[in-house]
């Protein structure tokens, strides 16, 4: 079992922000930002190389809710949105996560 299924069944605790049916949205335990968020949702996809077309609309649900929470936040001078997909792209938790990154100027490209 993953940690963030360990988040969603309420094992472990998290600075949860926002919750829906679908997904759950809640702070990164290591900040690489002023503004770090993690959305998750319910439904245990390992990585988007896992999703269907099954989970499409819950992949949009996600990135809504994404730009929702970044309003909320007042990220009003921008922000990023970042899926890490398997070991090259970074991916360290195997259940699918989209990150809202702002509050500071963000290099490009990534490292
Ligand atoms: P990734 O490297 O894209 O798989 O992102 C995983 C993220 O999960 C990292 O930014 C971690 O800091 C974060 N993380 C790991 N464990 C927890 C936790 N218990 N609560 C909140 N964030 C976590």
């Not at 988040?7 to 759950?24: G, K, V």
């Amino acid at each position: 079992m993953t940690i963030f299924q360990k988040i969603i069944d309420r094992q472990i605790p998290a600075d949860i922000i926002y919750e829906d049916a679908e997904c759950l949205a809640f702070r990164d335990v290591n900040p690489q930002a002023p503004t770090h968020v993690l959305i998750i949702p319910r439904k245990p996809i390992p990585s988007l190389a896992h999703a269907t077309v099954e989970d499409q609309s819950l992949l949009g649900h996600l990135l809504l809710v994404a730009g929702k929470l970044a309003v909320e936040l007042h990220l009003t001078d921008g922000f990023r949105t970042v899926l890490n997909s398997g070991r090259d792209g970074g991916q360290t938790v195997d259940h699918l996560h989209v990150h809202l990154l702002g509050g500071r100027s963000l290099g490009w490209p990534p490292g």
